[in-house]
């Protein structure tokens, strides 16, 4: 075959979007505070959900503390525990996970791997920051207001929410409530740039399906985000009401320790309907970015295409849309018509094939790869040990009938947290060790790295696989001591007791790794721009970390899909993504 | 080499775990052995998953770890590969699905034969109300609910005089006979929960919900509150004795009835007034 001279930037076609003007910053403060760069606004997003994080990971110590050796410390009582579960879950799901996946990894990753200079409306994304930052000042608070946080549990039902014999009912539930408004007002600012900016600020070349993965994930969790939010902004605002003037959304005709009350007339179901058709959304918008992120982290570091892109693309989507319709998986012992348990157990069971899908695809990108077992492989391998576990289980209790026993007991705190706390924090680390070098132009320590990982795997694996069989055999969940009673054997005190132990050596591995990531800011090795010879474009951009407007003078071009690893014939086992194609026919022949 | 030895064992362990753990359920009191089967089978099978799954990884990490000079393999897509794997997955979902379903069904479908009992929670503690000789309980409302009419029973229903009220005391069931079990609560949400029975179902302040079941086992079982209902809600307890037949008309025949306690109540009401008078 002749090789024909061949203009390759003839065949793409032209942006649909002219460039726009970037706002410029003119002092310290509008570049590093109330920066509308997208890269500081990551930043400030990571920093402040992990130190919101800390705060939740602190909790959890207090809460295995209690339940590893009941009634050893005085300073935890009851009241406290119920405080703890509630802030520890609260301040994971939204304000950690969410928080960070898509405002920090969003707002790093989205303009950096589609090739734009910023996100599209800079000066509202620099406002979601804020807003977000106000919720989580509004949360902390309620540490400090008379009677403490909320203890009605992550899920705040009502009627127990709001009254009496629930911890935090003078300002606790108020201030959870204003902080969750606010953050969801935070967070659809912050939602609108991801989605306009994926759609409309895609450089030239950049087709949807030529985009990383990751950028699917995120891109589909935040169209999600945007539509779940909503029902838990106006569950909160109903229930607000329902605290503060006496309204009766969800309060039914009561009694409360033997005195009439003067509600009636509200359904708590509807709370939960509402809640939940968030709520489970929610794990998608959590488990979407951790799906796609890993997916390039499996890419790059086994040196191989992911397997079935566009069966990935496709899971990605419809496991969002199918999102949408399971939602009352989580009250099939609600009370609600016992009809809907056969809509919702086959919807739920439905959603697990591409899952499985996605899966399948993750071990057979493995398969005669060429894998580098770096710190973020290792933790993308953990997550889909830890995923596939905590996934099988939901197979459990998405079935209706087998949820019946399970539910509300030990093996559905299990559960989740496997799938959506262990596996989702596996890519959160992992993702980390992967891009810190683009976010700060050094590596972070290898050893280090690699005793976190084993630390942290093996830990959390070892805490919550056997926790799965105290709730089979009917451990209540939320119970700060189980008491006496017949059918628990003193060894289940013994394994609680075990759990704790290994629940406070994987919290030490975390300040090692916060070590790591302070003591690799200066004396790491120094990284280069594309240390992992990756082919996306966030490790072509001509400095590292990235200037404002990311590339200079001119935005890249992009010729190929983002997994063009060890193409056969290619000089370098990666062909960046901007890098021409020198025939019509050329090496890589996917999208 | 030791990480694909790591992952292997992390699978063998499980299976091992799963299989010589002293952590399993509580031996099962009443007719839904059903429910217990289902789980048993989709033990089977997402274990046979998670095992390949795991496995399969760990051998690619072994086979395929990074040497010098190795080239990982170029192929995109092989639809072929992913139809079957799509079509395998559907099967075994199929099959844990098809019998989850049909044991739901049996679980919403009360038989014709069964006795109605109420269980109420109330923070923190259990109520539980038997229809008296007319077999029928009477209506009730939060309304009506005083100090003299704790479970809010329609004192002007002519079928809820006989009903045995029991306030704080055990539950008896005979055994053989299904049950329909009444949930009501008056306050905040909670859950009738006997581990051995394995049926449990919200109570909702505002509606009436129920599940069935048939003890097969005589004993005394403890209630626990499996709904986060307030600050005590883990002391929030009971005891279910189910005893033969006719122990349990036995202990029916020394229970007080609605009239009773509320006529004594009256009753004890006047003293107390006249004699502060």
Redesign the interface.
Known sequence: MVDVPYDAIADIPPAEVAEVDLYHPKSWWTQYVFSQDAKVIAIQYSLTASAIGLVALVLSWLMRLQLGFPGTFSFID??QY?QFITMHGMIMVIYLLTALFLGGFGNYLIPLMVGARDMVFPYVNMLSYWVYLLAVVVLASTFFVPGGPT???WTL?P??AI?S???GQDWGIILMLASLILFIIGFTMGGLNYVVTVLQARTRGMTLMRMPLTVWGIFTATVMALLAFPALFVASVMMLFDRVLGTSFFM???????Q?MKYGG????LFQHLFWFFGHPEVYIVALPAFGIVSDLISTH????I?????MVWAIVGIGALSFVVWAHHMY???MH??F??FF??TT??I??PT??K???W??T????????TVPM?FA?GF??TF??GG??G??LG????D??????MFVVAHFHMVMGVAPIMVVLGAIYHWYPKVTGRMLDDWLGKFHFWVTF?GA?LIF??MH??G???I?R??????E???I?S??HT?NAFITVVALTVGFAQMVFLFNLVWSLFKGRPSGGNPWRATTLEWQTPQTPPGHGNWGKELPVVYRWA?D????GAAQ?FIPQNQPRTTRAAQG??P | MAVAIILLLVAVGSVLFHLFSPWWWTPIATNWRYIDDTINITFWITGAVFFAVIAFMAYCVFRFHHKEGRQAAYNPENKKLEWWLTIGTAIGVGAMLAPGLIVWHQFVTVPADATEIEVMGQQWRWSFRLPGKDGRMGTSDVRNISSDNPLGLNPDDPHGQDDVVIESGDLHLPIGKPVKVLLRSVDVLHDFYVPEFRAKMDMVPGMVTYFWITPIRTGTFDVLCAELCGLAHAQMRAKVIVEEENEYHAWLEKQQTFADSSGRRAVMRATYKSGGE
């Open positions: 009851a009241n119920l203890g009605a549990g039902y009627p127990q009254l014999g629930t911890p039914p005709a009561l009694v409360e320790m033997g009439q509200g359904s708590p179901i086994a040196r191989k295409n397997f079935g892109y566009r069966m012992v609600s009370g016992p009809q348990g056969f157990a086959t069971l439905i697990a094939i499985a899908i899966v399948y695809n071990v057979l493995l398969w005669r790869g060429d894998i580098h077992l290792l391998l889909i040990i596939v576990n099988l289980t197979l459990f079935n209706v009938v087998v019946v026993p399970l539910s509300d007991t093996l694996y696989f056997p069989y105290l089979l055999l009917g209540p939320r119970y700060h001591d189980i008491g009673v017949a059918f054997p060894s289940a394994l997994y690893y060890s193409v056969p086992d022949s996917a």
